[in-house]
């Protein structure tokens, strides 16, 4: 089956620091990969869509300068939380689908950040 | 407003026991999908649905798709408590449109 790999799964800075955060399609390629971050005890939010060779698409209300997304390869898309805050601090998701969205999609195992 | 209300939110039963989760929207959806979802996990998935009425199982796990499909549920029999999880719906508008999720259900199956 499709397997997505996300790492790392917690990372801890300092504010003011950034944070690359990777997503990698293993044995399927994903010209779409998308970026979700989630509460404690709440459902998913995504925050864009990251297409490859191209811009990524961002959600009404998400920071484009703040949550950099670069989709160079594939198999690779990677968020990158600039000048990251306290506020910053959350559970961050990524999932790729393998064809139609009615087929599903797979979810990265998530990157927990806390910026202190 | 939530495109895909789930309820119950919450639900905290004894091992053994029945549950029923709801999740439904105004709008058709072209399918519609249950992950679960373990702490400090990704979700994964359950199953997907995709012709109205159609009802799939998976051992004690029974999904059904509403006829106009723009609802769904997910029936579990004598829950256990490794069932304990966040339950998600989710389902895209079109077979290419991006996935919209429900706010979840938290299960907690008691010993």
């Known amino acids: 089956g499709a397997v997505v790999s996300q790492h790392p799964s917690r990372v801890i800075c300092k504010s003011g620091t950034s944070v690359k955060i990777e997503c990698r399609s293993l044995?399927?390629?994903?010209?779409?990969m998308f970026w979700y971050r989630q509460f404690p005890k709440q459902s998913l939010m995504l925050m864009a869509t990251?297409?490859?060779?191209?811009?990524?698409?961002?959600e009404q209300g998400v920071e484009k300068d703040k949550f950099l997304i670069n989709h160079a390869s594939l198999t690779l898309s990677t968020l990158t939380v600039t000048s990251a805050h306290p506020e910053d601090s959350s559970f961050y998701i990524c999932?790729?689908?393998?064809?139609?969205?009615?087929?599903?999609?797979?979810f990265g195992s998530g990157t927990r950040l806390t910026v202190v | 407003t939530q495109l895909l209300e789930q309820s119950p939110q919450f639900l905290s039963i004894q091992e053994g026991e029945n549950l029923t989760v709801y999740c439904n929207s105004s709008?058709?959806?072209?399918?519609l999908q249950w992950y679960r979802q373990e702490p400090g996990e990704g979700p994964v998935l359950l199953v997907t649905?995709?012709?109205?009425?159609e009802v799939k199982k998976l051992k004690r796990l029974t999904f059904q798709f509403g006829d106009a499909r723009k609802d769904s549920s997910l029936h579990i029999t004598a829950a256990q408590p490794g069932d304990t999880g966040l339950y998600l719906c989710?389902?895209?508008?079109?077979?290419?449109?991006?996935?919209?999720f429900g706010e979840g259900t938290q299960l907690t199956v008691n010993p």
């Open positions: 709008s058709v959806f072209s399918s």
């Open positions: 999932s790729a689908r393998l064809g139609s969205a009615n087929y599903g999609y797979t």
């Open positions: 649905v995709v012709t109205g009425g």
């Open positions: 044995d399927f390629q994903a010209t779409t």
């Open positions: 989710a389902g895209p508008k079109t077979s290419g449109s991006r996935l919209t």
């Open positions: 990251s297409n490859e060779g191209s811009k990524a698409t961002y």
